[in-house]
Antibody, heavy 121, light 113 residues
Framework: EVQLVETGGGLIQPGGSLRLSCAASGFTVSSNYMSWVRQAPGKGLEWVSVIYSGGSTFYADSVKGRFTISRDNSKNTLYLHMNSLRAEDTAVYYC???????????????WGQGTLVTVSS | DIVMTQSPDSLAVSLGERATINCKSSQSVLYSSNNKNYLAWYQQRPGQPPKLLIYWASTRESGVPDRFSGSGSGTDFTLTISSLQAEDVAVYYCQQHYSSPYTFGQGTKLEIK
């Protein structure tokens, strides 16, 4: 079964750091474009970051310079390293695969269940 | 950055009636090399992660009921639910994954009238 499971969320003080993990099963993380998407309480979806199969990384302006996306191929796991956290980073963080249909990218599927990050003193 | 704008923000439709949600992108999301629009539609029920409904603007994901359909190309897209069922109450998002940042629309909340 193709599945993603996020861990690592919690309560963190402003200015702190946190690392989120996203363990994949049923497919190979390094062969896909993998993204992080967040959702602030009661708000819409905000794309955060992507790592391409070739290793290139991209970020939303709101997190650029503070967040780093990476992966561990041996563990088939995606990460999001978050530094200098702010109250406005409070959200449920989802990981998702931009899955391949044949050789073409065909939408984000699957999604993990999400992990809540709360930035507050 | 490509800006995605959905309309309306909320929608109330009677059971069995048609629901239509529109999505407009600020730039074309059509890849000329493969003639695919990198536009997806997602359904999000309360407390759940988003679920992929439609990809390439009009291709229904496996297992999605055929009352859901997508149309459009370039910059203008539509999600249609032909006969609203109670389980379709949710927030619907369009997203372009043509180029980074992979932006979402603001969401459309669909309710029963």
């Amino acid at each position: 079964e193709v599945q993603l499971v996020e861990t690592g969320g919690g309560l963190i003080q402003p200015g702190g750091s946190l690392r989120l993990s996203c363990a994949a099963s049923g497919f190979t993380v390094s062969s896909n474009y993998m993204s992080w998407v967040r959702q602030a309480p009661g708000k819409g979806l905000e794309w955060v970051s992507v790592i391409y199969s070739g290793g290139s990384t991209f970020y939303a302006d709101s997190v650029k310079g503070r967040f780093t996306i990476s992966r561990d191929n041996s563990k088939n796991t995606l990460y999001l390293h978050m530094n200098s956290l702010r109250a406005e980073d409070t959200a449920v963080y989802y990981c998702a695969r931009d899955r391949l249909v044949g050789s073409l990218r065909g939408g984000f599927d699957p999604w993990g269940q999400g992990t809540l990050v709360t930035v507050s003193s | 950055d490509i800006v995605m704008t959905q309309s309306p923000d909320s929608l109330a439709v009677s059971l069995g009636e048609r629901a239509t949600i529109n999505c407009k992108s600020s730039q074309s999301v059509l890849y000329s090399s493969n003639n695919k629009n990198y536009l997806a539609w997602y359904q999000q029920r309360p407390g759940q992660p988003p679920k992929l409904l439609i990809y390439w603007a009009s291709t229904r994901e496996s297992g999605v009921p055929d009352r859901f359909s997508g149309s459009g190309s370039g910059t203008d897209f539509t999600l249609t639910i032909s006969s609203l069922q109670a389980e379709d109450v949710a927030v619907y998002y369009c997203q372009q994954h043509y180029s980074s940042p992979y932006t979402f629309g603001q969401g459309t909340k669909l309710e029963i009238k």
